[in-house]
Nanobody, 116 residues
Framework: QVQLVESGGGLVQPGGSLTLSCAAPRSIFSIYTMAWYRQAPGKQRELVATVTVGGYRVYVDSVKGRFAISRDNAKNTVYLQMNSLKPEDTAIYYC??????????WGQGTQVTVSS
């Protein structure tokens, strides 16, 4: 079964850092813009960052300057480096294709908790 597998989450203090990874099927990874999303308790899932096959990156305002998205096309893996983490970054983080027409079923996600 084709699936997305996110990893790297955990508990971190405010100001700390985490790096998330997502292994994606080559069927979507090789040709589509990939994205990280997050869903906080009681809120809708929101887009965090996108990266094209060529490496062009876009971020939501709330994470600009703190998060960095990247991709390794040879490994079919997309990363999210998160620095200067804040309590409001607490959420389950997911990856998927940026275009809803090409998305796979959502994976389990990886929990990020920012708390002292």
């Amino acid at each position: 079964q084709v699936q997305l597998v996110e990893s790297g989450g955990g508990l971190v203090q405010p100001g700390g850092s985490l790096t998330l990874s997502c292994a994606a099927p080559r069927s979507i990874f090789s040709i589509y813009t990939m994205a990280w999303y997050r869903q906080a308790p009681g809120k809708q899932r929101e887009l965090v960052a996108t990266v094209t096959v060529g490496g062009y990156r876009v971020y939501v305002d709330s994470v600009k300057g703190r998060f960095a998205i990247s991709r390794d096309n040879a490994k079919n893996t997309v990363y999210l480096q998160m620095n200067s983490l804040k309590p409001e970054d607490t959420a389950i983080y997911y990856c998927n294709a940026a275009n809803s027409n090409y998305r796979l079923p959502w994976g389990q996600g990886t929990q990020v908790t920012v708390s002292s």
